[in-house]
């Protein structure tokens, strides 16, 4: 890998920013366990809405499914922002697929290419992962109604084939193996926090446009697809999206399902797309 020039800073990243409601909010870490975790403590704790924490490293990087998300220094982004959207949970089924279009508009606006979207929640850029989304809500206990959601998103950005571990370096690529050049993390950072906070404020009145921009980033779409639940495999077709991003497949025998991401992933007949 070659020497980083450009490490990541919080003043860097307000000052590729300029004025923006998130800006005094931001915070850098060398090191944590999980932007995702700490994220979570801090709206416990009563953080507002916009409070944004983004890692160099992370020791305990999640993914979806309760899988691990490899987070090594100096190559990545790691980042998570915490909203506080005032409506019921049912509300908010699109949020990890809005998500997923804002990141797609960061990246095609900082690094200069638009990734796809693995359903539901991979970035890819031909057949392998750019990065990973995984968002997490925790609702009121009286109201019912949603207290925060996190948003988490770690984005490779450095990396060569062979920086990857040997467990996913056939399924994963950086935005340098894409353009041949460094990205500016910090201009990366920049732009997902501004796409963020674009999202979030059309969060719940502009959900279906959200969806068609989905369905048009999808790569998922068309293809022939395994899905995987639990120990149980099933083989069929991708046929459409639903409004609130359930996947709608038609299996091998012939039935129409409607798969939810919490219980399932999926893989293509031949590998990881
Ligand atoms: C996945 O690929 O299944 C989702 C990966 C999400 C990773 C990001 S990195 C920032 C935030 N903190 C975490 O622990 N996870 C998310």
Not at 32 to 38: K, P
Not at 118 to 128: A, P
Not at 167 to 181: D, F, H, L, P, Q
Not at 212 to 227: M, N, P, Q, V, W
Request: contains cysteine.
């Amino acid at each position: 890998m070659s020497k980083n020039i450009n490490p990541l800073s919080k003043e860097l990243i307000q000052a590729r920013l300029g004025e923006h409601p998130w800006s005094e909010s931001i915070h850098v870490f060398v090191q944590v366990s999980s932007t995702n975790t700490l994220a979570k403590e801090l709206a416990a704790q009563g953080a507002p809405s916009g409070t944004v924490l983004i890692a160099d490293r992370q020791t305990s990087g999640r993914g979806r499914l309760g899988r691990t998300f490899l987070s090594p220094g100096d190559v990545g982004v790691y980042l998570s922002a915490l909203i506080r959207p005032e409506c019921a949970p049912a509300e908010l089924m699109h949020l990890t697929c809005a998500v997923a279009v804002a990141m797609c508009d960061a990246v095609e606006a900082a690094i200069g290419f638009r990734p796809g979207i693995k359903w539901t929640n991979d970035l890819v850029v031909g057949s392998k992962k750019l990065g990973g989304i995984l968002t997490e809500l925790s609702l009121n206990s009286k109201s019912g109604l949603v207290d925060y959601a996190i948003l988490g998103i770690g984005i490779n950005c450095r990396q060569e084939a062979q920086d990857f571990d040997e467990s996913i370096r056939n399924m994963a690529c950086s935005a340098r193996m894409v353009t041949g050049k460094d990205a500016d993390r910090n201009q990366l950072a920049a732009e997902m926090i501004r796409a963020l906070h674009r999202m979030e404020e059309t969060l719940l009145t502009g959900r279906d446009e959200m969806m068609a921009r989905y369905r048009a980033d999808c790569i998922t779409l068309g293809k022939e697809i395994s899905i995987l639940r639990g120990e149980d495999v099933f083989h069929g077709s991708a046929l459409n999206i639903d409004a609130e991003g359930a996947l709608i497949v038609r299996l091998d025998t012939g039935e129409i399902q409607t798969v939810n991401s919490g219980e399932v992933s999926i893989r293509g007949l031949y590998g990881y797309i």
